[in-house]
């Protein structure tokens, strides 16, 4: 008899759980950690443009980082980790907005 109560709990908890809707899809997420800047500007502006197109940043916020860790000759102005910080507010500042924008959606 003592078992039954944790377990029916078990079984309910489990079951809300299956239920809950996916906040950030698994593809999003592995392009979030996939995204390493290297020594090569194409390679770079690539997995950013994949990033504008999975809608993981803005296109003002590539253009920023591009432009922040590349110079208009080709030469690199900004280390790698300086540029994978750029990357990561980026992201932090993608996702607010677009919570703002949901927010804003639901209140209309």
């Known amino acids: ?49 994949l990033a504008v197109k999975r809608g993981i940043i803005l296109q003002e916020h590539k253009t920023q980082i591009m432009s922040g860790k590349w110079g208009p000759d080709g030469t690199r102005l900004k280390s790698d980790a300086e540029g994978q910080a750029a990357y990561a507010m980026a992201v932090g500042q993608t996702a607010a907005i677009s919570a703002s924008r949901t927010a804003q959606a639901m209140t209309m």
């Open 1 to 49: 008899m003592h078992y039954l109560a944790p377990f029916a709990l078990l079984l309910l908890a489990s079951g809300a759980l299956y239920k809950t809707n996916e906040l950030w899809s698994t593809d999003d997420y592995d392009l979030f950690i996939a995204v390493r800047f290297g020594s090569l500007k194409a390679a770079d502006d690539a997995q950013l443009a």
